[in-house]
């Protein structure tokens, strides 16, 4: 049992992480597309059971990585700053 709850808590952090690098919580089709991720959502799946119930226990489990992931979300894009990272 010990082990299952490390591997959740590991899961939990890597799907974070992802989420705190793309800047936003990602909905399971979100995560797929992004290519590169750190656990397969089958993986994911087979552990929480359904994507909601991994997001809610990201959520309850690990506050602090939420607001992070939260603030990333809210931050306001300079939009001449924008404007010049495309054109370069």
């Given at each position: 049992m010990t082990t299952t709850l490390?591997?959740?808590?590991?899961?939990?952090?890597?799907?974070?992480?992802k989420m705190l690098e793309e800047g936003r919580i990602l909905n399971k089709r979100e995560y797929e597309a992004c290519g590169s991720v750190p656990v397969r959502s089958r993986i994911i799946l087979s552990h929480f059971?359904?994507?909601?119930?991994?997001?809610?226990?990201?959520?309850?489990?690990?506050?602090?990585l939420w607001r992070q992931i939260e603030l990333e979300k809210n931050k306001v894009i300079d939009p001449l700053k924008a404007l010049g990272a495309t054109t370069k």
């Amino acid at each position: 049992m010990t082990t299952t709850l490390r591997k959740r808590n590991a899961i939990l952090q890597s799907v974070g992480m992802k989420m705190l690098e793309e800047g936003r919580i990602l909905n399971k089709r979100e995560y797929e597309a992004c290519g590169s991720v750190p656990v397969r959502s089958r993986i994911i799946l087979s552990h929480f059971g359904s994507w909601s119930r991994l997001i809610n226990l990201m959520r309850s489990s690990m506050p602090d990585l939420w607001r992070q992931i939260e603030l990333e979300k809210n931050k306001v894009i300079d939009p001449l700053k924008a404007l010049g990272a495309t054109t370069k």
